[in-house]
């Protein structure tokens, strides 16, 4: 957002603190420049159709991107300005924003895959898990079906998949194109679903072996004592 609203910083502050997640709702205040072919609209509307065109979809570094404004209430009568062929309003509103946070755990879908990693689906943009970020194993890309192959634990990964992954880095730009979200999937919980089930399987079944030994390490040592 170029010309952030008036009030922004103070009311961001406060939705940050109420919770860790990625989407914010924001209370915002602007002075809006009304044009004169605007004036035969109901007021909020012609006000509300401004805001959206000025704010949706921009990006800001501290807000994240602006989804949707809604909620448009003029405070007071508009300031008309000799040779200005224009009303002008101070508004208050709210818009909803969207701010990825590095270390936040997402579930998305996979959206594209290249050569060098794949494209996962975030919110209203989408973030890449380098090749060497996918898993720990050695893949292979297939041309062919678009996928990603592991040589020792046979993983793969193609358009579609559902997949848990951490944002690992965020370079918030001036829009959407040029914001960068960088992913993981190595660590343990991540990936596909059938990968975080397969490594649960074999500590769950260590635990029950475990469990089993117990009771013949105490027979051998009762043995042992008479």
Not at 126 to 138: G, K, M, P, R, T
Not at 214 to 225: C, H, I, N
Request: charged fraction near 30%; proline fraction near 5%; charge should be neutral.
């Amino acid at each position: 957002m170029e010309n952030p609203p008036l009030g922004y910083g103070l009311e961001f502050a406060r939705a940050r603190r109420k919770g860790g997640f990625m989407y914010y709702v924001l209370s915002c205040k602007d002075r809006v420049r009304l044009p004169a072919q605007f004036f035969s609209m109901k007021l909020e509307d012609a006000l509300t159709q401004i805001l959206r065109e000025k704010y949706e979809r921009r990006v800001s570094k501290d807000a994240g991107v602006s989804l949707a404004v809604w909620n448009v209430k003029p405070e007071g009568d508009g300031l008309v300005i000799p040779g200005d062929n224009a009303a002008y309003y101070d508004v208050e509103f709210d818009t909803l924003t969207y701010l990825p946070q590095v270390n936040e755990i997402i579930e998305s879908e996979v959206s594209e895959v290249v050569e060098f990693g794949a494209f996962i689906t975030l919110g209203p943009m989408e973030a890449l898990v380098h090749l060497s970020q996918i898993a720990n194993d050695f893949l292979t890309f297939n041309k062919k079906t678009q996928t990603f192959v592991g040589r020792e634990s046979k993983k793969f990964l193609k358009k579609g998949d559902h997949v848990f992954a951490k944002i690992s880095t965020v370079s918030m730009k001036n829009n959407i194109p040029e914001t960068k979200i960088g992913l993981t999937m190595r660590p343990d919980g991540l990936g596909k679903e059938e990968w975080i089930s397969a490594r649960k399987a074999p500590a769950e079944s260590g635990t029950d072996a475990k469990k089993e030994d117990e009771p013949k390490k105490e027979a051998k040592k009762k043995k042992k004592d008479e």
